[in-house]
């Protein structure tokens, strides 16, 4: 995949509270996660509300590498010829799912039963996290994964007989985990059941039974049978809460502001962000609420308020994964401390996220206390700097939030993986009010 070159912003207090109403881009695990089915499924699905994200093109050029015939109608759209479950290609060449963890791991557990060899690649961030997570329970089902040295990328996938269900009780409250045993598992012998330590998103067992498939699901719990098909389906893709998080913490933060974000899906697994936020004093309402297959969808109305510190409860950890770069942007200018911890999962996503912010904030004079899982963070008014991304999108996206509280400008440098989750991030921003400019 062409890499784009790196970026820089200038950020810095805006002139104006934040005002006005966006929609913010398509979900990125639904966006990976409805390609991957519509290509499986018998028959064409029409998918609305992709994400034109680095990482979710990547997951479609791969399919397309497997010879799935995938149109582009308009941006955000997709019509997806299915070729039925065991209809894939061979690959000409290796699969390469850029920053994609999701990717990845999906597709790990998805290409292990398919009957020809594939390698999947990655970038240098993807290129340095852990594989052994899906590696050792397809392992168990009988599939052959090899990884380059400690179980890193990339996966070398061999053709094997048959794969066969088990049951697997995941040592990690992964999504990702969960969803490459259970596409394992559609293709496996018998039955599969995955059992989690705690909930996580469930857009893989809802999307499947929108396909068709017969699976049982409760939070914590998945059992699906091998060898059923998938029946073509039409997708509409909400709104990602995980970029709406951005604008959201902001809007909390820049006294006077008022915003509502439409379209936005509030998945419980997906919105821990929204009840801590209200724990430490933030007027979030949310309006226009209706059910779809996917989750209930939402317009987040944004009001600003006064934000005080607090000890973050250890069971919202896995409901706000994604949204810590930026909360940890919430907790800098909140009054008091905040304390996090069980949230070592940060370390091993795009970047060290614990050390990324905690560095980032301490190079902007606010005091961090670093923890193996957590920080303590002391609220405070951050000053002007240079802040690195380390090529992570959320935490580039996070520091253009706090710098939206400094006291003088912050450069935020290597900014160009913003596109791999929020095409358009900068603009969006500007509009609502952000003082925030590419360089
Ligand atoms: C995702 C699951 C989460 C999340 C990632 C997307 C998914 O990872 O951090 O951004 O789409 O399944 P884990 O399941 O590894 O926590």
Known sequence: MPKSHSSVWLASAPLRPLQGEIRVPGDKSISHRAIMLAALADGVSHIKGFLEGEDTRATARIFQQLGVRIDMPADGERIVHGVGIDGLKAPPEALDCGNSGTAMRLLAGLLAAQPFACQLIGDESLSSRPMRRVSEPLAQMGADIRMAEAGRPPLSISPVAQLQGMAYASPVASAQV????????????????????????????????????????????????????????????????????????????????????????????????????????????????????????????????????????????????????????????????????????????????????????????????????????????????????????????SFAVLAQCAKAEVRIVDTANVATSYPGFVAQMQRLGFALQEV
């Open 178 to 397: 969960k969803s490459a045993v259970l596409l394992a598992g559609l293709q496996a012998e018998g039955e599969t059941c995955v059992r989690e330590p705690h909930p996580t998103r469930d857009y893989t067992e809802r999307m499947l039974q929108a396909f068709g498939v017969d699976i049982e699901y409760r939070p914590g719990f998945a059992r699906i049978r091998g060898g059923q098909r998938l029946a073509a389906t039409d997708i509409e893709v909400p709104g990602d809460f995980s970029s709406a998080a951005f604008a959201l913490v902001a809007a909390s933060l820049i006294p006077g502001s008022d915003i509502t974000l439409h379209g936005i899906g509030i998945d419980p697994r997906r919105t821990g962000l929204l009840q801590v936020l209200q724990m430490m004093g933030a007027d979030i309402a949310l309006q226009n609420r209706r059910q779809t297959a996917l989750g209930e969808v939402a317009s987040l109305r944004v009001r600003h308020a006064p934000l005080h510190g607090i000890e973050v409860p250890m069971t919202l950890v896995p409901d706000m994964i994604d949204e810590f770069p930026v909360y940890f942007a919430a907790a800098a200018c909140a009054r008091g401390t905040t304390r996090i911890r069980g949230a070592a999962e940060l370390r091993v996503k795009e970047s060290d996220r614990i050390r990324a912010m905690a560095e980032g904030l301490c190079a902007l004079g606010i005091a961090v206390q670093e923890t193996p899982d957590g920080a303590d963070i002391h609220g405070g008014l951050p000053v002007g700097g240079e802040i690195h991304s380390l090529g992570d999108h959320r935490i580039a996206m």
